[in-house]
């Protein structure tokens, strides 16, 4: 079973267009992350729930809305995509902790912006 | 806020070769460290990850890593590498207590050559 899933996998879209990626954890765990990877393979967290409530929210332009229905899963809307959106975006998971909180990664989705 | 540096950006080794990866560290208090793995066209795997206790964290693939407080480093280690270790490196640290917000270094990119 796949701990931490993505949906779709690669995602080819316009300018413009407005689009969603998802995510699922089946390691019960109780926080979620989406983090964006660049061309340069830079990794930067985006945004991280915990228990269906956001608690980081990065320098994020507002077109980015994540919504979380359920601790499970962790969505990510995407509108008036543009070109520099073009990334690979890693959703991950974790059971919050102060001192043993290790974050799991799904496979990524990798967004072409034409 | 916390930022990390991996000096070594590319990396080329020949197989039996020995590997050291340098990550530094930057934040006035304690930290979870962590090493992070991610081959071609994968996601990220856990390599190891340090808490407290042992500086010295072994993980999985006969990799190891040191954590020296004083010199806020944690770098990784294998006596041998494989030509199956080729991949991006991307250490991470997390305040220990302080939140959820993983940062990461900028990675390196290790190629083992036959």
């Not at chain 1, 995602?11 to 061309?39: A, F, P, R």
């Not at chain 2, 991610?38 to 993980?59: A, E, T, W």
């Not at chain 2, 954590?67 to 490196?89: C, G, H, M």
Request: proline share 4%.
């Amino acid at each position: 079973d796949t701990a931490v899933s993505q949906t779709p996998k690669y995602l080819v879209t316009q300018m413009g267009n407005d689009k969603s990626i998802k995510c699922e954890q089946n390691l019960g765990h109780d926080t979620m992350y989406w983090y964006k990877q660049d061309s340069k393979k830079f990794l930067k967290i985006m945004f991280s729930y915990n228990n269906k409530e956001l608690i980081i929210n990065e320098t994020v332009p507002n077109r980015f809305s994540p919504k979380s229905p359920d601790k499970a899963h962790l969505n990510l809307h995407i509108n008036s995509l543009e070109l520099g959106d073009s990334a690979v975006y890693f959703c991950a998971s974790s059971q919050l902790s102060t001192l043993h909180d290790t974050q799991y990664f799904g496979p990524g989705t990798r967004l072409t912006v034409l | 806020a916390q930022s990390v540096s991996q000096h070594n950006h590319h990396v080329i080794l020949s197989e039996a070769a020995s590997l050291e990866l340098g990550c530094n560290y930057s934040y006035g208090g304690t930290v979870n460290l962590f090493w992070y793995v991610q081959y071609p066209g994968q996601h990220l795997q856990l390599l190891l990850k340090y808490f407290s206790g042992d500086p010295l964290v072994k993980g999985i693939k006969g990799f190891e890593a040191e954590f020296i407080k004083s010199k806020f480093s944690f770098n990784l280690r294998k006596p041998s590498v494989q030509w199956s270790d080729t991949a991006e490196y991307f250490c991470a640290v997390i305040p220990t207590g302080g939140g959820n917000k993983l940062t990461f270094g900028t990675g390196t990119q290790l190629k083992v050559e036959l």
